[in-house]
Nanobody, 127 residues
Framework: QVQLVESGGGLVQAGGSLRLSCAASGRTTGTYAMGWFRQAPGKEREFVASINWSGGITYYGESGKGRFTISRGNTKNTVYLQMNSLKPEDTAVYYC????????????????????WGQGTQVTVSS
């Protein structure tokens, strides 16, 4: 089992920035991609961004392009999401995911389901 723990969410004014972190622990042997997703109340889960094991390949969904940057820590077991120029429509619960067999592009596919999910961290952007 792999445990994913997100942190860094909170309340921020529109135009502000937040940096989310996700730390993986447990049976993390092997290489795995990681990604960020979000879900707003009453809406379906939305793909934000993904990154491969080395950190050299990233992939962004429409919601993550331009203002968000995904990166991976030196230990590879941590993934970050730098979010800039936040808007009220970015308000959602942000979830971290880990996948041992999918490509970064596949993580952005329809009806995708990761091997492991975090519990989520709330991001609220006020206008």
């Amino acid at each position: 089992q792999v445990q994913l723990v997100e942190s860094g969410g909170g309340l921020v004014q529109a135009g502000g920035s937040l940096r989310l972190s996700c730390a993986a622990s447990g049976r993390t042997t092997g290489t795995y991609a990681m990604g960020w997703f979000r879900q707003a109340p009453g809406k379906e889960r939305e793909f934000v961004a993904s990154i491969n094991w080395s950190g050299g390949i990233t992939y962004y969904g429409e919601s993550g392009k331009g203002r968000f940057t995904i990166s991976r820590g030196n230990t590879k077991n941590t993934v970050y999401l730098q979010m800039n120029s936040l808007k009220p429509e970015d308000t959602a619960v942000y979830y971290c995911a880990a996948d041992f067999g999918s490509s970064v592009q596949a993580m952005g596919g329809l009806r995708y389901d990761a091997d492991y999910w975090g519990q989520g961290t709330q991001v609220t952007v006020s206008s």
